[in-house]
């Protein structure tokens, strides 16, 4: 009888997907190991301090990805737990494999209620033999195993598996070394049990989770078998189905699924040597500790604003009333419940004027627009329809405020930093089309992890209306723009803008975050004239264009040139610094 025969029976084949898996690898310090690593990360389930080496893991996970997203994130914050510097030790990682508890503990109290003669005496003696054979199994297959992973040459391993005493004696190779070495895990596997099995595998196995699901399958199914397949890739099609996919050594390393939010305090948790309990990885839900304080991260954001405060940020026309009745300069607004109703107010006094056209919920999907030429009303009324979009949604007008646009981020009444901000544009060289520079400009945004332009039917409006098209050639010097909307200012160009902002403009975008009851948000300043001290008292100087209590951190972190500025360190502290007090 095959190890798995009650399993199936007992209808627990899809627990496969529940196969627990930990990551792991080494790295090299370029030079003396860092004095004040140990303290730091003495808590982490993320590192492992080896004198002149680090072992960098991740947790242990059901989910394969969410495995994957750690060790790659512990990884990109090793290099801010010091100010060594650290680099791979060997090709290879470890990966840690362990068959879910449930699936061998009820097979083996189903098998003592059936009185299976030659059953041993006890679960652990029973869990025992069924990793031993299936550590044989899998050592038999390993050069197959390999090939399927693009791994050339054989695995010479004499291990003998007949019993966790012999099995124990296993080399002990240092961590992603010899690709294909298997061991058991586990402290005192004769007397404590076997926890899993450990596999030393090429890099791809951190990265594409097509390869790290194939040995995880190739493990399930060995399970199956009452000794070693000679041809491992028919076997596993026989178990799984011939579709069954194999594993795509070609594919591209798979995208982290986190939001620059989510990534950016993952990572500053993890670098001060803190936990991290992911809830849900696909919306950035999970909590944050570090030193036994914590914090709740939902939806990208940490728990820092009121549920009331972010509900009344959410509603665009509410934040402008609430930020007038404050003194605060804003632009003239009003909310129209259908594209019909604004156009007729368009006409009897808003033509001629330069506008922005917003949804009024923050919440629903429609890119803000900016028209700083007065448009004319077939242009104003499409771009009111597509916010309207199919569910009607209510609409914003408001009056077009003239000034270069600084974002201020500001936490607790201070402003942490500071962007000058400016919509996707391309300047000419006299010798490429638009399209041409685009496509230069997405080459270095895509070296550089930044959102891709895009040329279409609304570029091409945006282009018309400067007397522009995208298989035109610019003149040199000359600068077009390819849209004002959200969209192609979150695609736009954004610098470090503290030198550019005198610093007392900080009172305003405080004072609007404050009157808006936030802690936490990004201000948006139209400014005429940056290098002039603000005055309250002339409020043609500047005006808040916008107030968001749900902030895009990385932006400051990662700009599109200039230097960063670190934001999430201090965030992060104030969010820690609340739920502990």
Known sequence: MSDYKEMRDLGMAPLRHVMLVRLMMLRNW???????????????????????????????ETQMQLAQTELALAQRASRELTSHVNQPANAGIRGQFSLPETALGDSYAALRTAKTVGLPKTYMQYRNGIYLRLAAKLNAV???????????????????????????????????????????????????????????????????????????????????????????VDDVRSFYGEQYPLPDMTANADELPLSANTDLLMRA?????????????????????????????????????????????????????????????????????????????????LS???????????????????????????????????????????????????GDLFRLLVLDGKVLAVLAIDYAYVVGDGRRTVAALVADRNRKRDGNGYPQLQLNGQTDLALKTQGYAADQVLPRGTQAYLGRTSGMLAAGEHRNGRDELDESYDALAVSAVRATRLRLATVDLAVVNSYVVYDAEQGTQASIVNVNGTPDLSEFERPTYGDAQAVGASILSAALRTKSE
């Not at 696909?282 to 939806?299: E, F, N, P, Y």
């Open 30 to 60: 370029v030079g003396n190991a860092p004095r004040d690593l140990a303290p730091k990360i003495k808590k982490s389930p993320f590192y492992f301090e080896l004198g002149k080496q680090l072992v960098i893991a991740s947790k242990t």
């Open 142 to 232: 390993m050069p197959q195993l390999l090939k399927e992973l693009g791994v050339v040459g054989n695995v010479e391993e004499h291990t003998d598996w007949t019993s966790t005493q012999s099995a124990d004696r296993a080399r002990q190779t240092p961590i992603g070394q010899e690709l294909g070495h298997l061991r058991l895990f586990g402290q005192d596997v004769d007397k404590r049990g076997i926890l899993g099995l450990e596999l030393d595998l090429p890099l791809a196995a951190a990265m594409n989770v097509t390869v790290l699901r194939f040995v995880r399958d190739t493990i399930w199914a060995l399970l199956d078998a009452e000794r070693a397949p000679l041809h491992l």
């Open 269 to 349: 948790t993890m670098a001060r040597g803190g936990d991290v309990t992911t809830y849900d990885l696909a919306h950035g839900s999970a909590k944050l500790d570090v030193k036994g304080a914590s914090s709740l991260l939902a939806a990208d954001q940490l728990d820092l604003n009121t549920a009331a405060a972010v509900a009344m940020n959410n509603d665009r026309f509410l934040t402008l009333q609430v930020l007038r009745q404050a003194g605060l300069p804003v632009p003239l607004g009003a909310v129209y419940p259908t594209v019909e109703v604004a156009i007729t107010d368009w006409r009897a006094g």
């Open 352 to 402: 001629g004027k330069a506008l922005v056209a917003r949804t009024r919920r923050r919440d629903v999907s429609g890119e803000t627009e900016a028209l700083p030429m007065p448009p004319e009303e077939f242009q104003l009324a499409n771009c009111l329809r597509t916010l309207a979009g199919d569910e009607n949604n209510e609409l914003l007008v408001e009056s077009f405020k003239k």
